[in-house]
């Protein structure tokens, strides 16, 4: 019995230390988005860090609030290689990687 216990608690150790996703969070207030008028739903968010693969909206990350499954690349992924595809990528002062589109405006992608 002690035995099954034990299996357990480490099963349930290993589990935890595997999740990716990053456990510190805020809430986002719903806004207008300018670019296009339309309204963005009020929304639990990962606080911002140095990398994508901790987002929820990362592939192989789940929300832990919507239990929604992330779909957009990890940063120096294979994936993030088609992401701003034939575009020349730019790198901001904070190490973030972008593109320009034919509207002047930035578009971040997953890093390289």
Request: one cysteine or more; glycine letters at 8%.
């Amino acid at each position: 019995m002690k035995r099954i216990i034990l299996s357990a608690i480490i099963a349930c150790a290993a589990l935890i230390g595997y999740s990716q996703t990053n456990p510190s969070y805020r809430y986002q207030k719903g806004y207008v988005r300018k670019s296009t008028g339309t309204y963005v739903e009020p929304h639990y968010k990962t606080t911002r860090n140095s990398t994508n693969r901790d987002n929820y909206s990362t592939k192989d990350n789940t929300n832990n609030f919507t239990e929604k499954e992330g779909t957009r690349a990890k940063d120096y992924s294979p994936e993030a290689e088609n992401y701003g595809n034939g575009r020349t990528i730019h790198t901001g002062s904070k190490g973030g990687q972008y593109y320009v589109n034919d509207k002047g405006r930035k578009v971040y992608v997953p890093k390289r």
